[in-house]
């Protein structure tokens, strides 16, 4: 529904529909941290350099400051909340926290969405195919080796479980 | 910022009448990753915004061995670079294409919209010159063909006039024995803008040694991406050996027009001109022998 400047979208967020009123000019990272009170995502640059922001969108991992709320009507979408099943972490979390692989945690759900898309895509990535697949989530905190090792150790995780 | 309109039409006439009705208060959205940046640090100011994802002739991504390759200005580069005919025939143009931003960037930005932002640094549009690659605009006087070559006009300027959007990009099939490359000098591994490009395809003939034809197009060193027909006519009918290499590298130092900027100076850039004709003449020579 659409009134000038301002409409009514729904999207799919983490299997569940949701409908948000929105402005014409907001974000998609407006959206859900204004809209839908959804915090976990966070901004950062708003220029699509540091993956902050990351979500996945019907599929595919986008910096969500560069999705125009309004494109998001009808879509699917994965945030961070969506990634633990209640009180049991995804493998990705859980190593995260293992690896220590966060210090100050603004760039952290970016990091573990964009990883999410990775292993969803390819289960068994190489050091390289990680750390140019994450070229676009910045950490300005810990560096990136407990980082790479936390999506390592993940994968491996995941691969022995039904998850 | 003013209040913003957005359509998301599901038809080309549809866009077509948006933007004759608009005139220059009309963003066309693609991916974003240009428009989406400009648009909110007010570089572009527009009442409405056109998503033109959603229309059916953006979205073709096809192959044919008698026709080439069809690639509409909405696929975006995520979904170009994994398709496999793409790899196979052109691979120049998806190692330009997959150049494009992050994985998050990927996602988003298409190649149609690497060639309407107008950048003569863009990662795509030397392939696309050198390929011998039609854009087809639509307007509300119907559709035209423009040469990739003819594209840009400037730093951020095209051939596109106001109510006209770019539609797909055409590719025509390789001849046999034929490969093409793209190298970009960039002073990190990622997530960069071009010092300078270069792109090269080349037809050997049948001895497999001597070059049957040869283009070469350079790009960020000029205000527009440059064919340098000198450097392919320094390799036909030629065995590639390190004089013609260093003919083919010659024209593309005189062809180049730098500025020098915070990437880098005129001279570097010039040099480097050089160097990635070279070096994609050898990638391109390369990939034909590998078949």
Known sequence: ?163 | MKPLEFHAPTTLDEAIGLLAAGGQDVGILGGGTDLIIQYRAGRRAFGHMLDVKKIPELNVLSYDDATGLRLGAAVCCDAFTEYAPALKHYPGLVEGAELIGSTQIQSRATVGGNVCNGSPAADTICSLIVLGATCVVAGPGGTREVAAKDFMTGPGQTVLQPGELLVELRVPPRPARSADAYLRFIPRNEMDIAVAGAATTLTLAEDGTTVQDARVAIGAVGPTPILVEAAGAALVGRKLDAAALDAAAKASEAAANPISDVRGTAEFRRHLAGVLTRRTIEIAAHRIQQG
Not at chain 1, 32 to 47: F, H, I, P, Q
Not at chain 1, 59 to 74: P, T
Request: glycine share 10%.
């Open chain 1, 1 to 163: 529904m659409s009134n000038g400047t301002k409409r009514i979208i729904t999207a799919t967020i983490n299997g569940n529909e949701t409908t948000m009123a929105i402005d014409n000019r907001m974000s998609l990272l407006q959206a859900l941290r204004d809209v839908a009170g959804m915090t976990g995502t966070k901004e950062g640059c708003l220029t699509g350099d540091c993956g902050a922001c990351s979500v996945i969108l019907n599929g595919r991992v986008v910096d969500s400051c560069l999705v125009m709320a309004a494109e998001a009507d009808g879509a699917q979408l994965e945030t961070v909340e969506g990634m633990a099943r209640g009180q049991e972490l995804h493998p990705l979390q859980t190593q995260f926290l293992e690896h220590a692989a966060l210090q100050c945690g603004i760039c952290t759900p970016g990091f573990l969405v964009a990883a999410k898309a990775l292993l969803d895509r390819n289960p068994n990535p190489t050091e390289e195919e990680i750390r140019y697949w994450l070229a676009g989530n910045l950490c300005r905190c810990t560096g990136y080796r407990t980082i790479i090792e936390a999506v390592q150790d993940a994968a491996a995780e995941l691969k022995t479980s039904a998850r």
